[in-house]
């Protein structure tokens, strides 16, 4: 895959001139980290010291961070293990639905090459190749301890501005786009309009579109509406599948 070589804004070139614009950013940063939704992605063993970081002995919701059921109202997306590739679809559909500015955080080590699945032929071996991944927690499996560190480090992150993997998503779309149709086949789409959000944010660049996003519109198929079918009582009898 080759690598597309975009030019980085640090989080110093970001800041805005004005001193009174300056402080309402920082306040705006500062606002946001302290109060972050989260999104328990729970793919793997990892997720199993979660309940631990979340209810009483470490109390994760004393950092102002909350369990979130919907992608549309979360900040953070946390992947807590090994990864399969059908899984990482769910993954990547759910990460798009969520709002901008949002995080991603990397647990375990099976997230950051694969760990002991890593000749798996049905694992993602490096989750950041697939999405920007602001922060992993390494080890097999994390203690509560290293994923409050982690969330204090994201924290840090946000504040000063660094964690900004989601406008790395939109600027380098194209890069991530290739990637994922590597893995899932040419006919791979989300419902999400990535390229007008990246508009929308102004975060496009020469990145954003190319030779993937090119393929992605060629292929692309418009999306039918779900249809639900339900097969109650006499039917399901007359099958002989009653579970009365
Ligand atoms: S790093 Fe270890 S604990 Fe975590 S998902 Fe992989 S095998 Fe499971």
Same mark, same amino acid.
């Given at each position: 895959?080759?690598?597309?070589?975009?030019?980085?804004?640090? &989080?110093? @070139?970001?800041?805005?001139?004005?001193?009174?614009?300056?402080?309402? +950013?920082?306040?705006?940063?500062? $606002?946001?980290? *302290?109060?972050?939704?989260?999104?328990?992605?729970?793919?793997?063993?990892?997720?199993?010291?979660?309940?631990?970081?979340?209810?009483?002995?470490?109390?994760?919701?004393?950092?102002?961070?909350?369990?979130?059921?919907?992608?549309?109202?979360?900040?953070?997306?946390?992947?807590?293990?090994?990864?399969?590739?059908?899984?990482?679809?769910?993954?990547?559909?759910?990460?798009?639905?969520?709002?901008?500015?949002?995080?991603?955080?990397?647990?375990?080590?099976?997230?950051?090459?694969?760990?002991?699945?890593?000749? &798996?032929? @049905?694992?993602?071996?490096?989750?950041?190749?697939?999405?920007?991944? +602001?922060?992993?927690?390494?080890? $097999?499996?994390? *203690?509560?301890?290293?994923?409050?560190?982690?969330?204090?480090?994201?924290?840090?992150?946000?504040?000063?501005?660094?964690?900004?993997?989601?406008?790395?998503?939109?600027?380098?779309?194209?890069?991530?786009?290739?990637?994922?149709?590597?893995?899932?086949?040419?006919?791979?789409?989300?419902?999400?309009?990535?390229?007008?959000?990246?508009?929308?944010?102004?975060?496009?660049?020469?990145?954003?579109?190319?030779?993937?996003?090119?393929?992605?519109?060629?292929?692309?198929?418009?999306?039918?509406?779900?249809?639900?079918?339900?097969?109650?009582?006499?039917?399901?009898?007359?099958?002989?599948?009653?579970?009365?």
């Amino acid at each position: 895959m080759k690598e597309i070589d975009i030019p980085i804004e640090t &989080s110093a @070139a970001k800041r805005r001139t004005n001193p009174l614009a300056r402080v309402f +950013d920082e306040l705006v940063r500062f $606002c946001r980290s *302290r109060s972050m939704f989260m999104l328990h992605y729970c793919t793997g063993c990892g997720a199993i010291e979660l309940p631990p970081a979340m209810t009483s002995r470490f109390d994760m919701e004393r950092l102002g961070i909350q369990p979130m059921v919907t992608p549309r109202q979360a900040d953070i997306l946390l992947i807590t293990g090994y990864v399969s590739i059908k899984t990482l679809k769910r993954v990547i559909l759910t990460y798009e639905q969520m709002g901008s500015p949002k995080y991603v955080i990397g647990i375990c080590s099976c997230t950051v090459n694969g760990g002991m699945y890593w000749q &798996s032929y @049905a694992t993602a071996k490096q989750l950041d190749q697939y999405l920007p991944v +602001d922060l992993y927690i390494a080890g $097999c499996m994390p *203690r509560p301890e290293a994923v409050l560190e982690g969330m204090r480090k994201l924290m840090d992150r946000i504040r000063s501005g660094e964690a900004d993997g989601w406008e790395d998503y939109y600027r380098r779309y194209d890069w991530y786009l290739g990637n994922q149709q590597h893995l899932f086949g040419d006919d791979w789409q989300t419902p999400a309009d990535v390229i007008g959000e990246a508009s929308h944010y102004d975060l496009a660049g020469p990145g954003t579109e190319g030779e993937h996003t090119r393929l992605l519109q060629q292929c692309q198929k418009p999306l039918e509406p779900q249809q639900t079918f339900f097969q109650i009582g006499g039917s399901l009898e007359k099958k002989g599948e009653s579970h009365e």
